[in-house]
């Protein structure tokens, strides 16, 4: 099953307070990002983020679930309904993360 563009439109308006967020569709799902860090996605229509600590922390309620069969487990956001939460869920969240990967571009 494919998330639709309306809960993808839901979600990027219940966090457009933080500056940087873009998306990437994937496969019929949505990768999320904020200041290019990728933080979560959208998998059949539910919103999930990485399990980092300050998430798991910060989430009321701590469910795992796997985004697709065989792919490791997420955290499940279920209170999307809730900007100020999911803002600063994402604003947790980030200092944990990864940067973003450089792309080489150099010559074969």
Do not use: H
């Not at 499940?76 to 944990?96: F, I, N, Q, R």
């Amino acid at each position: 099953m494919s998330s639709g563009r309306e809960y993808l439109t839901l979600i990027l308006e219940q966090l457009s307070e933080l500056r940087g967020i873009s998306y990437r569709p994937m496969m019929g799902e949505f990768l999320l990002y904020c200041r290019g860090k990728l933080f979560g996605g959208i998998y059949d229509n539910r919103l999930l983020v990485k399990p980092a600590r300050a998430a798991v922390e910060y989430l009321r309620t701590v469910s795992y679930e796997a985004p697709y069969p065989g792919a490791k487990e997420m955290l499940l956001v279920d209170d999307v309904d809730d900007k100020a939460y999911l803002t600063g869920l994402v604003e947790a969240m980030l200092p944990e993360l990864p940067e973003p990967k450089r792309k080489s571009g150099g010559n074969l």
